[in-house]
């Protein structure tokens, strides 16, 4: 138990890293319009066109009280918000989510938000480097290997992973709108954690595999389960205090390395308690 504890905390430690998400204004919304973020990470506005605001809040209305606030405009077309330890002490917000609109767009729903995984529930895994993509299609990222529109697909999770009360939701940016995403589970990463080639991509989660659920990539995000539905660990049919690892496999019908084909995001791993 001892040392399935110890495990338990260094998969649930900060990230040796600290990652930097980009949300795009794209028209009158924003892309991804939900990201998981941990603490320490960055989340970089950009700015394509109009005059719109990246601004924290749910009211629509600018106050003063925003955890963070800034116009996109051709004057200013990024603006970044570091989600440090000390952010998040000074701007609690309830489950740690930090919602957020456009103002002079609020009323036809330019909205966002953001979600902190605090404690990160897992750790991500089986990158999308230069070496091991199978076409030199880096993600350049801690995600996996480059699709047809040029970026990784992001797998990430909040919540909690106990069997006994199980809120773990895995969260996917990156993809190309509108496409079916396959989630998975493995009992083995592939690959000694660096992954097989696979279309491409990287085949990472491996052993004994379950289909976990499909669903559709809307405003840049798909996640399992949405509220409501059957949890991670019943779908998955996990053993306590087992490790399991998390991938998602989707078609890319132009593809990066020449035709139609298939990709998929880095995975995540987590250590299961009872």
Same mark, same amino acid.
């Given at each position: ?120 529930? *897992?750790?991500?895994?089986? $990158? !999308?480097?230069?070496?091991? @993509?199978?076409? /030199? =299609?880096?993600?350049?990222?801690? #995600? ?48 000694? *954690?660096?992954?097989?080639? $696979? !279309?491409?991509?990287?085949? @990472?989660?491996? /052993? =004994?595999?379950?289909?976990?659920? #499909? ?60």
């Amino acid at each position: 138990m001892r040392i399935l504890a110890l495990l338990f905390a260094l998969l649930h430690s900060a990230p040796a890293f600290a990652e930097t998400v980009v949300v795009q204004q794209v028209g009158f919304f924003f892309t991804p319009r939900e990201v998981v973020v941990n603490p320490g990470d960055t989340v970089r506005f950009v700015w394509t066109s109009g005059s719109h605001t990246a601004t924290e809040g749910v009211d629509g209305v600018v106050n003063g009280n925003e955890a963070f606030h800034s116009s996109l405009t051709s004057g200013v077309q990024s603006y970044s918000v570091v989600f440090s330890d000390a952010f998040l002490a000074a701007n609690p917000r309830v489950g740690d989510r930090y919602e957020y609109f456009c103002a002079p767009h609020f009323t036809i729903q330019m909205k966002g938000a953001i979600q902190v995984a605090r404690p990160a529930p *897992g750790v991500a895994a089986c $990158f !999308g480097t230069l070496a091991a @993509c199978p076409c /030199g =299609n880096g993600g350049g990222e801690p #995600v996996g290997c480059r699709s047809s529109i040029l970026v990784g697909g992001r797998l990430r999770a909040s919540g909690g992973a106990s069997l006994g009360s199980d809120s773990l939701q895995l969260w996917i940016n990156g993809l190309p709108e509108g496409n079916n995403v396959t989630f998975i589970q493995g009992s083995t990463l592939l690959g000694a *954690g660096a992954g097989v080639a $696979f !279309g491409d991509g990287l085949r @990472c989660a491996g /052993g =004994n595999v379950v289909r976990l659920g #499909v669903k559709t990539v809307s405003f840049g995000v798909a996640r399992l389960p949405e509220p409501g539905e059957q949890s991670v660990s019943l779908r998955g049919f996990v053993p306590p205090g087992s490790t399991r690892h998390y991938q998602a496999w989707y078609l890319d019908g132009a593809g990066a390395c020449g035709g139609f084909s298939s990709n998929l995001t880095n995975a995540y791993t987590v250590s299961w308690l009872p």
